[in-house]
């Protein structure tokens, strides 16, 4: 559990947090900035235990309805979830313009974020801070590919994306080099609407 007295790493978030967003009156529901590292209860990860994360952002830019959809109104705690998890890796998935600005503005000190324009991307960390000490480096090119394959006799298609990104290990003992991928699938009946992966992507597997 983490206390709520800001350290100077965390008062530095929170001043970046409010240079990001905009002015408090056209806020709206969000949290407020103070808040960022209000006490949790997320594991505290071993300074040499590699922690990987895998989190769907939902990229507002499609027809989704009601507020829960609108990044504007959750930025703040989608941000709080990843600084809760300190995971040293996020596979990210439905990304957009908006998600990709806010993160590298909040967390680009302290983490990479790679991606593809396809809506998928892997961010890491990359120096050790404080109790944590792993992080990486490039170790190649990242490179991304489209899937597409049909089910049921052609009647359903999935398609997606992965993104691969090769990196080398630091802080971790018996590790030294890693791919991480991230990959979003979506899942399409015959006439191009979308429809419940839950169902589907076992087929696929």
């Given at each position: 559990?983490?206390?709520?007295?800001?350290?100077?790493?965390?008062?530095?978030?929170?001043?970046?947090?409010?240079?990001?967003?905009?002015?408090?009156?056209r806020?709206?529901?969000?949290?407020?900035?103070?808040?960022?590292?209000?006490?949790h209860?997320?594991?505290?990860?071993?300074?040499a235990?590699?922690?990987?994360?895998?989190?769907?952002?939902?990229?507002?830019?499609?027809?989704?309805?009601?507020?829960?959809?609108?990044?504007g109104?959750?930025?703040?705690?989608?941000?709080?979830?990843?600084?809760?998890?300190?995971?040293?890796?996020?596979?990210?998935?439905?990304?957009?313009?908006?998600?990709?600005?806010?993160?590298?503005?909040?967390?680009?000190?302290e983490?990479?974020?790679?991606?593809?324009?396809?809506?998928?991307?892997?961010?890491?960390?990359?120096?050790?801070?404080?109790?944590?000490?792993?992080?990486?480096?490039?170790?190649?090119?990242?490179?991304?590919?489209?899937?597409?394959?049909?089910?049921?006799?052609?009647?359903?298609?999935?398609?997606?994306?992965?993104?691969?990104?090769?990196?080398?290990?630091y802080?971790?003992?018996?590790?030294?080099?890693l791919?991480?991928?991230?990959?979003?699938?979506?899942?399409?009946?015959?006439?191009?609407?979308?429809?419940?992966?839950?169902?589907?992507?076992?087929?696929?597997?």
């Amino acid at each position: 559990r983490k206390e709520a007295s800001a350290s100077g790493r965390e008062a530095a978030m929170i001043r970046r947090l409010v240079a990001a967003l905009p002015a408090e009156e056209r806020r709206g529901v969000e949290p407020e900035p103070s808040h960022l590292f209000a006490p949790h209860t997320v594991p505290t990860a071993a300074a040499a235990h590699l922690r990987i994360c895998t989190f769907n952002l939902l990229n507002d830019s499609l027809p989704w309805t009601g507020l829960h959809a609108v990044w504007g109104t959750r930025r703040v705690n989608a941000l709080r979830c990843l600084l809760a998890i300190d995971a040293d890796a996020y596979l990210l998935q439905e990304l957009n313009a908006n998600s990709v600005d806010f993160l590298r503005a909040m967390l680009g000190d302290e983490y990479a974020l790679i991606d593809d324009r396809g809506g998928v991307a892997v961010m890491y960390r990359t120096a050790p801070r404080d109790g944590r000490s792993i992080h990486f480096a490039p170790a190649g090119k990242a490179f991304s590919r489209k899937l597409q394959a049909p089910f049921d006799h052609g009647k359903m298609q999935c398609t997606g994306f992965a993104l691969n990104v090769p990196l080398e290990v630091y802080g971790c003992p018996g590790l030294r080099r890693l791919v991480l991928t991230t990959v979003h699938l979506i899942t399409e009946d015959g006439h191009g609407q979308m429809i419940s992966t839950n169902t589907r992507a076992p087929a696929y597997a």
